[in-house]
Nanobody, 115 residues
Framework: QVQLVESGGGSVQPGGSLRLSCTASGSIFLIMGWYRQAPGKQRELVATIVSGGVTNYADSVKERFAISRDNAKNAVYLQMNSLKPEDTAVYYC???????????WGQGTQVTVSS
């Protein structure tokens, strides 16, 4: 079976940084990325990266977050800088074999940004 295991969440002050990691097993994925879900809000796309390196970011995180992947390790990372309280959410790693294919999800990791 496919498994995605996340790590790296935590609590930071505004302006701080965190690096999230997600390691997948059980398949090779064209697309890997991150969604987040804040209390009272729907899950939203944060960033995606394809195996060739092309990236896409939500407008709210552009110039602050950077997604990367290590294809040899089947892992995806999210470097989050200049964090804001609005970034507080549970962050979910996901992976898919195609853009319209079945999405697999990590367990979620909490990111809290507060003074």
């Amino acid at each position: 079976q496919v498994q995605l295991v996340e790590s790296g969440g935590g609590s930071v002050q505004p302006g701080g940084s965190l690096r999230l990691s997600c390691t997948a097993s059980g398949s090779i994925f064209l697309i890997m990325g991150w969604y987040r879900q804040a209390p009272g809000k729907q899950r939203e796309l944060v960033a995606t990266i394809v195996s060739g390196g092309v990236t896409n970011y939500a407008d709210s995180v552009k110039e602050r977050f950077a997604i990367s992947r290590d294809n040899a390790k089947n892992a995806v990372y999210l470097q989050m800088n200049s964090l804001k309280p609005e970034d507080t959410a549970v962050y979910y790693c996901y992976a898919a074999r195609s853009w319209e294919g079945l999405r697999y999800w990590g367990q979620g990791t909490q990111v809290t940004v507060s003074s």
